[in-house]
């Protein structure tokens, strides 16, 4: 039922770190009906990519930030107008967007004229600008101070769009200056024949405009998300931060292989839920964790920080090449195989449906990925930071196995064996540690008793 006043639609607190979001798209337009539920728009943290549902049912009466714009929390995005709003009330679409140069001013006025009856909250009290976390972070990557930047954001505070549009500006205009200094002031040279005139004269080359990147014949360009960006920087950090090794373990399935073909249908008609290796293989990695704490740890300064709680990341691809997420189980080592199972369950259905939140990707001490469902069989995984190490599961794959037969004798049999990889951080693990960590792994996983897990 279509309320009778209008509703606000605001960027919505997604985690008690998140300060900001992006539009990525709207589901629907000015002067379309939506229905409460039902998806509005999309929006995308430093985080997680998240639809918003619509928190009432109408017509679209305005959207105030478009696609693609960073705006903070709370920021007014859209309304939506009550039983009352007809075609004659909802104003007209936007005209066609003008190069973005000409449009910024008006484009960093609509936000601030929106709320100029509100407290300026973008100011602290001493006068200076608020920052937050994610351009802070961009600033130190850069050396850029963030008092030098023009802030389109309420109160005149410097957003992430602000800061990667400076950065990326300063950096043209770095080029294109060396480019201008030979021919700004040449150096006298002594005269040069002429060419003959057969020569063929030199075409000119195509210049494209500083910082712009053309596509070529056959060619298509396509920007980078936001997650896409933070995915690309958080794997090079990782890799500058860490002294990565990575070593293979092989694992006879055959215990697991029986168990869960024997608890199938069980998991699937009790409690609706697909019991997979991946579910064993994190079962046995967080018991084993117990022993081998700087596994689940981090390197902070010069010291190293042990927890006795495991909060496990599943590895998420998103379809399309769209990303990776990291959701992960809270205190996974307080659930027994069916807790975990129902775990992976719940973080599945809610990163395909775009229904994490930021705190489910935070906080993790932990992380395995998977890429043994695409057939896989070894892997050089990159560590999820803070984190000091990631498990890699690769394919399940039957193989000609040395066994000992009912006499004691080495014979050749037909075993699921699995590869699991391990990448470590040399700074804090030693290979001894880690392998042994492994070790455990595989012996918990080859001798699985059912009553213990």
Not at 137 to 156: F, Q
Not at 328 to 342: C, D, F, Q, S, V
Request: proline share 6%.
């Amino acid at each position: 039922m279509a309320t009778t006043t209008a509703t606000d639609v605001v960027m919505p607190q997604m985690g008690v770190s998140v300060t900001e979001g992006t539009v990525t798209r709207w589901f629907k337009q000015v002067g379309e009906v939506v229905a409460a539920d039902e998806t509005l728009l999309e929006i995308s943290t430093d985080k997680v990519d998240t639809e918003v549902p619509s928190p009432a049912c109408g017509v679209v009466t305005a959207i105030l930030v478009q696609e693609g714009e960073t705006v903070e929390v709370g920021v007014l995005l859209a309304t939506i107008g009550g039983e009352g709003a007809g075609a004659g009330a909802v104003p007209a679409p936007a005209a066609p967007a003008e190069p973005a140069a000409a449009v910024a001013p008006a484009a960093a006025a609509a936000p601030a004229d929106a709320d100029d009856d509100e407290d300026d909250t973008a100011a602290s009290g001493n006068g200076r600008t608020f920052v937050s976390p994610v351009v802070a972070r961009i600033a130190a990557e850069h050396r850029v101070e963030v008092a030098a930047i023009a802030g389109t954001g309420r109160g005149g505070r410097v957003t992430k769009k602000d800061i990667l549009a400076f950065v990326e500006g300063t950096l043209s205009t770095a080029a294109a200056t060396a480019a201008a200094k030979p021919a700004a002031a040449p150096p006298p040279a002594a005269p040069v024949a002429a060419a003959p005139a057969s020569a063929p004269a030199a075409a000119p080359a195509a210049a494209a405009p500083a910082g712009d990147v053309v596509a070529g014949p056959g060619e298509t360009l396509e920007p980078l998300t936001a997650m896409r960006r933070l995915v690309s920087q958080h794997m090079r950090r990782s890799v500058d931060t860490s002294a990565h090794v990575t070593a293979a373990f092989e694992i006879d399935m055959s215990q697991v292989v029986a168990i869960r073909a024997k608890l199938k249908r069980e998991y699937e008609t009790q409690h609706d839920v697909n019991l997979t290796y991946l579910a064993f293989v994190a079962r046995a990695a967080v018991e084993a964790l117990k022993d081998w704490p700087w596994i689940n740890g981090e390197l902070r300064g010069d010291r190293i920080v042990t927890r006795n709680y495991v909060n496990l990341g599943i590895a998420v691809a998103l379809e399309g090449g769209k990303g990776l997420i990291v959701p992960n189980i809270k205190h996974a080592e307080e659930k027994n195989l069916l807790g975990i199972a129902r775990g992976i369950k719940d973080l599945a259905d809610r990163a395909r449906t775009k229904k994490l939140l930021p705190d489910d990707v935070s906080g993790g001490t932990f992380t395995i990925t998977n890429p043994g469902g695409w057939g896989a069989f070894v892997g050089t995984p990159i560590i999820n930071q803070p984190q000091v190490a990631i498990l890699d599961m690769e394919a399940l794959v039957k193989r000609p196995w040395v066994v000992q037969d009912e006499f004691g004798n080495d014979v050749i049999g037909i075993r699921p064996i699995m590869n699991l990889c391990i990448s470590f951080d040399h700074r804090i693990i030693d290979g001894a540690y880690a392998h042994q960590f492994v070790k455990q792994i595989r012996e918990s996983l080859q001798g699985w008793d059912e009553s213990s897990y």
